[in-house]
Each structure stands twice: as structure tokens, then as C-alpha cells.
């Protein structure tokens, strides 16, 4: 009993940590990129400041996803039916 309280209570903190994680990665996002697309508007006519925008966006994207356990790639769900499969496998 007392092994599964100590699994169960490290792996919420490790969440909370990602947690954590995104809402300073946020912050950052949210500070950063106003700040280069003034840059981009007072320096140049083209808009390179869309560039990290979007390719920070997009690793934002996934760090939310790692924080709140959102993929649809190799989610929970994925992760039971292997193991299932696994385990109905004779050859395995």
C-alpha cells in the first residue's frame, strides 16, 4: 500500500512540474512575441516575426499536450490497447 502512495504521489508531482513548465513557457510566448513583432513593425516591411510565432506556437502546441496528457498519437488509450495486444500475443 504504501508503494502505490509514493507512485501515485510522484507521478502528480511530475505532472504538476510539466504543468508548471507550460505556464512559464506561456508566459514567455506571451511576452516574446509582441516584443519581436513591434521589432518586425518598427525595422522591416516583411514579417519575420511570424516565423517564431508560429514555430513556437507549435512547440507551445505540444508542450500543453505533454502537461495535460492530450496526444493523439500515443495516448492512454493507445498505450492500453499495445498492452493488451501484447498480452494476448501466445508468440510474445
Not at 496528457?69 to 510474445?92: A, L
Request: charged share 25%.
Amino acid at each position: 500500500m504504501e508503494n502505490s502512495k509514493e507512485h501515485r504521489y510522484a507521478r502528480a508531482k511530475e505532472r504538476v512540474e510539466h504543468i508548471k513548465s507550460f505556464y512559464s513557457n506561456l508566459t514567455a510566448y506571451c511576452l516574446v512575441i509582441p516584443l519581436l513583432a513591434y521589432l518586425n513593425f518598427r525595422t522591416t516591411e516583411f514579417p519575420w516575426a511570424i516565423f517564431p510565432a508560429i514555430g513556437w506556437g507549435l512547440g507551445l502546441v505540444g508542450h500543453w499536450m505533454t502537461a495535460y496528457g492530450h496526444n493523439p498519437f500515443f495516448g492512454k488509450e493507445w498505450e492500453e490497447r499495445k498492452i493488451q495486444e501484447f498480452m494476448d500475443d501466445k508468440e510474445f
